[in-house]
């Protein structure tokens, strides 16, 4: 079993910051692609950015240049740290791994974060 655990959310004012982290833990061999997305109320699930094992990244046009991905490979570690935050930021944010799985037989499949909330409001 992989597991995919979030923290970080919160209620935070405009303009302020919040970082989040998922931790990636389990039945790993490796982790590749990992990624954060966020659904607000009555919308889909949105791309928040994305980052390669090797460190490239993209990001949503409405979030690039306020928010920025990171991660630590030792730690299978995610991070999304959000500046400038907007009352249009709330949403649950959740995050995503493309991970080879060990056991018997070796599987890449794509996990799921269970979601944190994150409110901006005054």
């Known amino acids: 079993q992989v597991q995919l655990v979030e923290s970080g959310g919160g209620l935070v004012q405009p303009g302020g910051s919040l970082r989040l982290s998922c931790a990636a833990a389990g039945s790993i061999v490796v982790v590749n692609g990992m990624g954060w997305y966020r659904q607000a109320p009555g919308k889909e699930r949105e791309l928040v950015a994305n980052?390669?094992?090797?460190?490239?990244?993209t990001y949503a046009e409405s979030m690039r240049g306020r928010f920025t991905i990171s991660r630590d490979n030792a730690k299978r570690t995610v991070f999304l740290q959000m500046n400038s935050l907007k009352p249009e930021d709330t949403a649950v944010y959740y995050c995503?791994?493309?991970?080879?799985?060990?056991?018997?037989?070796?599987?890449?499949?794509?996990?799921w974060g269970q979601g944190t909330q994150v409110t901006i409001s005054s």
């Open positions: 995503r791994a493309d991970v080879l799985r060990g056991g018997p037989k070796l599987i890449w499949s794509t996990y």
């Open positions: 980052i390669t094992a090797g460190g490239s990244t």
